[in-house]
Each structure stands twice: as structure tokens, then as C-alpha cells.
């Protein structure tokens, strides 16, 4: 089933909703964000949104998104590609985060649907962003049983820097808070980050932030890349509501507790701030 938002044109429509016979999910053409992902047992959706979602991104533009072209923090805003400096638009102090203002996240892409499937796709001209390359960027979303899967590519007719990544806020329980929440990793190490959150290129145990193999509350001020290894990235369990599991072929996960997330109403009542979701973001 496809539910496109009310009183717009297929080719300009501002959200789609997909179905399998278990799951319900809605991707926006803004930023192609998952602001909802229901499971046909539990009234609430697992991922954070509102009921408008021009709203909850509005409020805090990364959320659900498709990050990039290079998600995460590139520090100085400056990087180099086969020798040749390319500056990069500052939006973190000298860093650059999700590739500046005018990252993929801010962005209309099309969408196009596909059975239980959308497509949502978006060309980044040579330069934008900072970065050469005409790149014909693709993420899927389609649903299947209880399995929602989302593939990241991208083709460019220059060499470049592409590191996608899917940043949505996960509350298992509607509750506006994580403070049931458990986290269970599929990494032993993750890689220690400086004052200005970036990695300083040194691994270590994910013991130190408080994360394993075993189900553990996640602490307010994580916000750290976890390394991968074979298997299951992330499980999420909460006190309330549906399980997840995260299972990625990107090398490394991104843990965010969610600590500067802005105030807006929530879609069921509790209001959507600081911890009220957690983001499971993979990427390169």
C-alpha cells in the first residue's frame, strides 16, 4: 500500500508510506528521512517523528535522514583528494558535519515507488557540497515481514568522497526517553574522538563508553563510532515494545544518545528533547 500526502501530485509528493504485512514505514522526500516505522503490534513508531513531518525536520534536520555525501565530522572542514585540497562548508565551529548546511539532508529527492519499495533518488552537480563530482546518489527503502532494508549508492563521473549513511532516532517505547532502553554491540573496539568529536584514530575496548556484548543502558554523552566485526551490528531492546536489530555491510555503526536533540511535540503525546531517542547510524 502507498500513501502519498494529501493534496500533492505523485511527482511532488512530501512523504510516501510503504507496507509489508507486519511493518508500516514513511520516507519523505526531504532529506529521503524514515520518520516512522511501525510494527503492526505496538501503537507507537519505533523511530522518532511527528505527526507532521515537516516539523520534527524542521526542528532537527538530520533526523531520519540520508546523511552525506560524507556523513559524520570531517575536521577542518577541509579534505584532499588525489593531492588536490578541496575546502568543505563549515557548519560545527571548523568542522564540517553531514557535509555542511545543504547536505543531502536538506535537499528534496524524488521518490518513486515500487511495490513495497521506495526509491528516493538525488543528483549532487560538481561542487556542491564542496565536492567534485556529478554523483547520482539511490536509497532504497522497502519492506518485507519485519525486515525494513535500506541501500545506500552512488555513482560519480569524478573521483570523490561518499560515505551515506541513514541517521534515524530510535524509542522503542514512546516513552520521550531512553532511560529503558539497552543496547547490545557487535564491535569490541570503538575509536576515541577529541573536544571536537572527531576520531582521533586510536581504537579502544567499547568498555570504556560503557557498551559490549552484553544488553547495557547507553550514557547520555555517548556519541562514538563503533568497529564492526562479523555478525550483528546493534541490538535495541527497551522494557516496552518491539526489539531491533541492526545488521549492516558498512564496516563501522555510529552510536548517538541523542544529547542535543531539540524540544518539539512528539507524534503521541510525550515531547520529543535531549535523549528521547537514540541514533544507530552505519556508515564507512
Known amino acids: 500500500l502507498v500513501k502519498r500526502a494529501p493534496g500533492r501530485h505523485p511527482a511532488t509528493m512530501e512523504w510516501v508510506e510503504i507496507e509489508s504485512g507486519a511493518l508500516r514505514a514513511r520516507v519523505t522526500a526531504r532529506g529521503a528521512a524514515l520518520v516512522g516505522l511501525w510494527h503492526r503490534d505496538w501503537p507507537h513508531s519505533v523511530v522518532l517523528g511527528t505527526a507532521d513531518p515537516a516539523v520534527f525536520l524542521a526542528a532537527h534536520p538530520y533526523g531520519g535522514a540520508v546523511v552525506g555525501p560524507v556523513a559524520n565530522r570531517s575536521g577542518g572542514a577541509r579534505v584532499s583528494i588525489a593531492g588536490q585540497p578541496y575546502d568543505l562548508p ?7 558535519l553531514h557535509s555542511g548546511p545543504k547536505g543531502l539532508h536538506a535537499r528534496t529527492w524524488d521518490l518513486r515507488v515500487e511495490d513495497a519499495a521506495v526509491l528516493a533518488i538525488h543528483t549532487l552537480p560538481d561542487g556542491a557540497c564542496g565536492l567534485p563530482g556529478r554523483r547520482q546518489i539511490t536509497a532504497r527503502f522497502a519492506v518485507a515481514g519485519e525486515t525494513l532494508t535500506v541501500t545506500l549508492s552512488a555513482v560519480s563521473d569524478r573521483a570523490t568522497l561518499m560515505n551515506l549513511a541513514l541517521h534515524p532516532y530510535f524509542s522503542l517505547d514512546g516513552s520521550g526517553h531512553l532511560r529503558d532502553h539497552l543496547v547490545r554491540v557487535g564491535g569490541a573496539q570503538y575509536l576515541r574522538t577529541e573536544g571536537a568529536g572527531l576520531p582521533t584514530g586510536v581504537r579502544a575496548p567499547v568498555q570504556e563508553i560503557g557498551l559490549g556484548d552484553t544488553p547495557a543502558p547507553v550514557a547520555p554523552g555517548v556519541e562514538h563510532n563503533i568497529c564492526l566485526e562479523a555478525g550483528p551490528a546493534v541490538y ?49
Not at 522494557?239 to 531539540?262: I, M, N, S
Not at 535523549?275 to 547510524?281: K, R
Open 90 to 96: 563549515a557548519n560545527e565551529g571548523r568542522t564540517s
Open 236 to 284: 535495541l531492546e527497551a522494557a516496552r515494545g518491539p526489539r531491533v536489530r541492526v545488521r549492516t555491510a558498512a564496516p563501522a555503526l555510529q552510536v548517538y544518545a541523542g544529547a542535543h536533540l531539540p524540544k518539539v511535540p512528539g507524534s503521541h503525546g510525550a515531547p520529543l528533547g535531549p535523549g528521547a531517542g537514540i541514533a544507530l547510524e552505519p556508515q564507512m
